[in-house]
Nanobody, 119 residues
Framework: QVQLVESGGGLVQPGASLRLSCAAS????????MTWSRQAPGKQREFVAT???????SYVASVKGRFTISRDNAKNTVYLQMNSLSPEDTAVYYC?????????????WGQGTQVTVSS
């Protein structure tokens, strides 16, 4: 089994920054693409950013220039640096990863971390 654990969420004021982390652990041979999504109250979950193992990134338009996704392959960890946060960024942030185990290739999700932006 593989577990993904997010951390770094919290309550911040508009304009502040936060750095989220998501660490994968367990029966891992290789972690491929890692992705951040978010779900705001009353809304559907939406894609935020993704990063391939080689470091290629992609972002939703609303966070381009404010958020930066990165990863540490040695630690099986993905990060999301979030700057210039606004109340519209308030959501539960989830990471997911495509993982090769010994006999399985599967997408795993974390439990999420709450980000609240409010004055």
């Amino acid at each position: 089994q593989v577990q993904l654990v997010e951390s770094g969420g919290g309550l911040v004021q508009p304009g502040a920054s936060l750095r989220l982390s998501c660490a994968a652990s367990g029966d891992i041979v290789r972690v491929n693409a890692m992705t951040w999504s978010r779900q705001a109250p009353g809304k559907q979950r939406e894609f935020v950013a993704t990063i391939t193992r080689s470091g290629r990134t992609s972002y939703v338009a609303s966070v381009k220039g404010r958020f930066t996704i990165s990863r540490d392959n040695a630690k099986n960890t993905v990060y999301l640096q979030m700057n210039s946060l606004s109340p519209e960024d308030t959501a539960v942030y989830y990471c997911n990863a495509d993982v090769n185990s010994d006999s399985l290739y599967k997408n795993y999700w974390g439990q999420g971390t709450q980000v609240t932006v409010s004055s």
